[in-house]
């Protein structure tokens, strides 16, 4: 008997009224209370004690603060699996980017020159962060109102299934996997980049056949990986593969000599060989591994939201095709040399509603971006340091592949 | 007195407590995992195994048995395995004998050679792992190029790899063939070693290893012989034709250095507690030994040693478990291990959850049996109930 009057397994049964949901007003007990049999020596004891003890002053032991922690954290976790259970729906996109007043877009880690690439001043700059822009404008009528996100490559697809960013546009091509699997929906392609082989100059190849038997490096885990497989098999040679995950480390071994041969993505090469320390010493083969056609991607399931993706894009290289400019713009909006050109520019009514935005979004656009073609240059072209010429990605006139649809 | 209804009796309770916590942690997984699969499905993502039947369409850089692109995921996956394995058996016995080595230095008498101990410590333990793997990776990429290799007889080193004579057999045969061998040899050492055959006499103990070794090498020459590749010579030696050098046996740069930097980094730390264990003897153990009039050599090969390896075997095998992780930094100089491939599989497949879920029971079962046989050893080696106490 302790001191109370009591047994010891009804010290027990008291601690059991340290109940530790008491704070949120919940009653949580994992054992059931005790029977009526029990109950009454309990009255008997108070009786016997004169009032009911009171549990709240008795020390807390292990055991009930061990019971207390694992409640708690199983609640916690009930709780944060339900909440996750619940997420945005899809379908509405145009609805909650005018919501937020804000775009949201994914960057590189600014590194990504040429397509996503911040200045000294940390402005982002690049032909992926202008059609962002150019969207951002359509929507908003703003160029500035567009944030954006810097997100690695692993992080895309979750990043924009999650909804962290609205659109994602990051020099992804378009594959049958992340059409199907993924569930992503694409716009027209924006950009059509060719997947292209470096070689050591004092090898003098003429071509990749003539580097069978050699090494070649590539970077894991992309695309290039496998177009380099059924490249080899389709002009019958066999290479050393040399697979590395991180551009600094794959770049390393190439100019170190680890690899006689460098296969990657046509523009992200021409960097490359542009920053090395020799650039003469390394030769482009003629070869033209694979076409990788760069899209936007967005979320299955909103149809709205593909459409103005693609307007924008075709409302650029429109302007491109009708010699509209962000300079002349405003003359073409007073004088229109043809019906189209009046309604793109919203002299008519008829461009924007069925879109859900206003008539004069395409003339935001080409007012306070540019058309398809001054991008490209202020990106890539000659006003950027890469010099690079438009080759595929010119307009269907200029003997290239992009064409806008009809404007009617 | 009332007897004790059974929720209150404490083992009762106890066990209904695991019990439920049990069942809410499985609640708990089953619960998420329902929730992503709905989530998932609800996105249009498709989620489940069949993909690991697909073909990858990429190559394997490195792999013991022959990969090709139209392999499927999980051929891949397990020569990813493969790869982890061996790295980590070269990386552990490696690191153990210059472990061995660099703790001996450190707890030995001689001056010079506990400062050339400490020195190698400092300097290896202190660097962290993927610098150091930068560095010997570079190194070994740095070497000349094909057309200048440096050459010694038939054995080759470039930039590209170490290419030395080899037999124009199958890996597989080779790997089969050399186990064989190493199998014999460990017999050999039972026959001469274990109590069990003290009785036998020496000279029909010699006839005996001797009949285990030709066994052994002719088992290694039936298997060798039945890997051997049609219309080729048997020796193959390296030469260089036209961009590379082909023929003989080549070792990536890639495996070496990864090799290297885990043997050089695990030594570091496999030496101090090789030192450790050292200085756990105790003194009286050894005077003793010294007072039977044990050479030195005895003292520390029956007293010394038995007693510094039971003391480090528990500390040893959380480091090895350590050092089998730390294989996995393969993939920043791209050689193809287990987490290589799973990684190159999530780009490619897009199946992100699967792929870290074999990922983690991949290492999961690794590691837990290698502690598991380490601990068995190390039950059968400690010191037993009885042993511990007062002398008697």
């Known amino acids: ?125 690049g032909i992926d962060i202008e059609l962002c822009r150019a969207i951002g404008t359509a929507i908003l009528g703003d160029p500035s109102k567009v944030r954006i996100i810097p997100l690695s490559w692993e992080q895309r697809w979750p990043s924009l299934q999650s909804g962290d960013v609205d659109i994602m546009i990051k020099a992804s091509g378009g594959t049958l996997s992340r059409d199907t699997d993924l569930n992503m ?115 299955q399931g909103d149809d709205n939201w593909v459409d103005i993706a693609n307007w924008t894009l075709s409302a650029l290289l429109f302007a ?48 306070k971006v540019g058309n398809y073609s001054e991008i490209f240059e202020r990106s890539l072209g000659q006003e950027s340091p890469y010099k690079m010429d438009r080759e595929l990605t010119a307009l269907w006139k200029d003997g290239g592949v992009l064409f806008p649809y009809i404007i009617d | 007195m009332t007897t004790i ?22 609640a708990i997984l089953i619960i998420g995992a329902t929730t992503a699969q709905r989530n998932l499905s609800a996105q249009g993502i498709s989620s489940g195994f069949g993909f690991l039947w697909r073909a990858t369409g990429w190559e394997m850089g490195t792999s013991l048995l022959r990969t090709s692109p139209g392999d499927p995921y999980w051929w891949f996956i397990f020569n990813g395995i493969l790869n982890t394995l061996l790295m980590g058996f070269v990386g552990l016995f490696c690191a153990t004998l210059l472990g061995l080595v660099i703790g001996l230095a450190r707890s030995s008498k001689n001056a010079p050679a506990r400062l050339l101990g400490t020195i190698y410590i400092e300097i290896f333990r202190n660097i962290p792992l993927i610098v150091q793997l930068f560095f010997w990776y570079a190194v070994v990429t740095q070497l000349p190029n094909p057309r200048n290799a440096i050459q010694i007889g038939h054995v080759m080193l470039t930039g590209r790899g170490l290419h030395f004579p080899g ?22 050492l039972w026959i001469a070693v274990a109590r069990r055959f003290g009785r036998v006499e020496s000279a029909r103990r ?41 023929g003989g046996f080549q070792l990536r740069p890639e495996i070496y250095a990864l090799a290297f930097a885990i043997t050089v980094y695990g030594a570091a730390y496999i030496g101090e507690i090789v030192r450790g264990g050292f200085k756990s003897v105790g003194r009286g153990q050894v005077e003793a030994a010294q007072a039977l009039g044990l050479s030195p050599w005895r003292v520390f090969s029956r007293v010394r040693m038995p007693l510094a390896v039971r003391a480090m075997l528990p500390i040893l095998i959380n480091q090895y478990v350590w050092l089998i992780k730390a294989t996995t930094l393969g993939i920043a100089v791209g050689f193809s291990d287990f987490f290589m491939v799973i990684a190159g599989s999530i780009t490619h497949s897009g199946q992100t959850l699967e792929l870290i879920g074999i990922l983690m029971a991949g290492f999961l079962i690794i590691n837990f049996s290698l502690a598991a046989v380490l601990n068995r050893v190390n039950r059968a080696i400690a010191l037993k109930g009885k042993q511990i106490g007062v002398a008697q």
């Not at chain 1, 994992?30 to 004891?45: D, H, I, N, V, W």
């Not at chain 1, 009032?51 to 954290?73: D, H, I, V, Y």
Request: aromatic content about 8%.
């Open chain 2, 206 to 246: 010699r006839l005996l290893g001797l009949g285990v070794l030709v066994t052994g090498i002719l088992g290694a020459a039936v298997a060798l012989s039945w890997g051997r590749i049609p219309e080729t010579p048997l020796v193959s030696l390296p030469e260089l034709r036209g961009l590379n050098i082909r």
């Open chain 1, 1 to 125: 008997m302790g001191a109370d009057g009591r047994r010891p397994e009804e010290y027990l049964y008291d601690r059991r009224k340290h109940n530790c949901f008491r704070w949120l007003h919940l009653r949580l007990t994992l054992f059931p209370y005790p029977r009526r049999q029990k109950r009454k020596t309990r009255r008997e004891t108070q009786a016997a004690a004169g009032s009911r003890p009171n549990a709240c002053k008795q020390m807390p032991t292990r055991e009930w603060a061990m019971n207390c922690f694992l409640k708690t954290g199983i609640a916690a976790g009930i709780l944060t699996l339900s909440a996750a259970g619940a997420f945005a729906g899809n379908g509405d996109t145009l609805k909650t980017v005018k919501q937020r007043g804000e775009l949201l877009c994914p960057g590189h880690n600014g590194s990504y020159l040429g397509f996503a690439e911040t200045d000294d001043r940390g402005n982002w700059k």
């Open chain 2, 167 to 188: 037999l124009n057999v199958t890996v597989l045969s080779a790997v089969v063939a050399i186990a064989i061998m190493i199998a014999a040899l460990f017999v050999i």
């Open chain 1, 320 to 367: 491109e095709q009708e010699g509209i400019t962000s300079e002349n713009i405003d003359e073409m909006k007073a004088n229109p040399p043809t019906v189209e050109v009046g309604k793109f520019l919203g002299a008519t009514p008829g461009m924007g509603a069925g879109l859900g935005l206003s008539d004069d979004w395409a003339y935001n656009v080409i007012k």
């Open chain 2, 5 to 26: 209804p059974f929720w209150r009796r404490k083992k009762i309770r106890r066990q209904v407590l695991q019990g439920a916590f049990l069942a809410a942690i499985a």
């Open chain 1, 185 to 299: 929906q694409f716009s027209n392609s924006y950009y059509l980049g060719t997947t292209r082989v470096l070689a050591h100059k004092e090898l003098e190849l003429e071509s990749l056949k003539d580097a069978e038997g050699g090494t070649i490096c590539v970077m894991a885990g992309t695309s290039q990986e496998k177009q380099l497989t059924s490249y080899l098999q389709q002009i019958g040679i066999e290479m050393e593969v040399v697979a590395i995950e991180r551009t600094s480390e794959l770049e390393g071994a190439y100019f170190s000599g680890r690899c006689d041969t460098y296969i990657q993505w046509g523009p992200v090469l021409a960097v490359s060989r542009a920053a090395s320390n020799d650039p003469e010493a390394h030769v482009m083969l003629p070869d033209i591994v694979a076409l990788e056609p760069s899209v936007m991607l967005m979320r």
